[in-house]
Nanobody, 115 residues
Framework: EVQLVDSGGGSVQAGASLRLSCAAS????????TAWFRQAPGKEREGVAT???????SYADSVKGRFTISKDNAKNTLYLQMNSLKPEDTAMYYC?????????WGQGTQVTVSS
């Protein structure tokens, strides 16, 4: 059974950093595009960042230069390093795979940024 387990969220002040993790089982992230999404209260879920099997990455304009997606293929784990956090980054964050037509979602990890 495929499982994606998200962790690393928390409550921080604006300007702080957090690193989210997504541990995958029964799904080799090295062979697929994997992504981070987020959903704020009252808003639709939006894509934050993706990383493909060739190592290429893409980011939403709102997080470019502040967030970095990466993966450790040996640990089969996806990461999202979030720096210079802003209150508007407050949301539930989910890892997902594959990037298009997502089949698998993590359970989510809450990020709350206060001003």
């Amino acid at each position: 059974e495929v499982q994606l387990v998200d962790s690393g969220g928390g409550s921080v002040q604006a300007g702080a950093s957090l690193r989210l993790s997504c541990a995958a089982s029964e799904f080799p992230i090295s062979r697929s595009c994997t992504a981070w999404f987020r959903q704020a209260p009252g808003k639709e879920r939006e894509g934050v960042a993706t990383t493909d099997s060739d190592g290429s990455t893409s980011y939403a304009d709102s997080v470019k230069g502040r967030f970095t997606i990466s993966k450790d293929n040996a640990k089969n784990t996806l990461y999202l390093q979030m720096n210079s956090l802003k209150p508007e980054d407050t949301a539930m964050y989910y890892c997902a795979a594959p990037c298009s037509l997502v089949d698998y979602w993590g359970q989510g990890t809450q990020v709350t940024v206060s001003s």
